[in-house]
């Protein structure tokens, strides 16, 4: 079995990112792009279950509890986290040699 860069625990990515200068940079460069989308969207968005605001300050976190959790009906990122991580304990099942590739610089 093979897999390219999977996400192994979603949480500890965002950690890292958050606690460098190039995953600020990335938030910023990503939460203006999120923000061009709202502002694009803003009478579909207006009055339904997504804070704008909440949604762009957080970029990340703030988008995945105001977005993506409520469209797929979990509690909120951590949830949302959680169920896209593979997950060590999934990895220790695998029955077959496992070949996992990821990028040097790849925080995963």
């Known amino acids: ?19 460098t200068p190039v995953g600020r940079l990335y938030g910023l460069a990503i939460g203006f792009k999120l923000w061009l989308y709202f502002l694009s969207h803003r009478r579909e968005l207006a009055g339904g279950p997504v804070s704008v605001w909440r949604a762009f300050l957080g970029v990340f976190r703030g988008y995945e509890d105001e977005v993506f959790a409520p ?28 070949l996992v590739v990821h990028a040097r610089d790849d925080p995963v």
Do not use: F, K, N, T
């Open 71 to 98: 469209l797929w009906g979990l509690s909120g990122h951590e949830e949302y986290w959680r169920r896209c991580s593979v997950g060590e304990e999934l990895v220790r099942r695998v029955a077959r040699p496992l």
């Open 1 to 19: 079995a093979m897999a390219v860069s999977p996400a192994l625990d979603v949480s500890a990515v965002q950690r890292y990112w958050q606690g």
